[in-house]
């Protein structure tokens, strides 16, 4: 590859835009839930269900919610 095409797509991956989910804090994923935020972050602590530890605080995406809310489902 060339120097002018590296160039070009270089500059096609820095300029697109950037999409991430939103994290919930625990009081948040925890009211989704209709559980007490210490019981999910026991649960993250554990690692029953998918949380990021930032700091001192819990940060919980929905889909990982969902996806462990599905897994309980019988």
Known sequence: MDNSNRKSTLATVAMAPLSFEPLLDSDEAAALLK???????????????????????????????????NGKTA
């Open 35 to 69: 559980i007490h935020p210490k019981t999910l972050q026991r649960l993250a602590r554990n690692g029953e269900i998918c949380g990021v530890h930032v700091g001192k605080l819990w940060r919980f995406r929905v889909s990982a919610l969902n996806e462990w809310l």
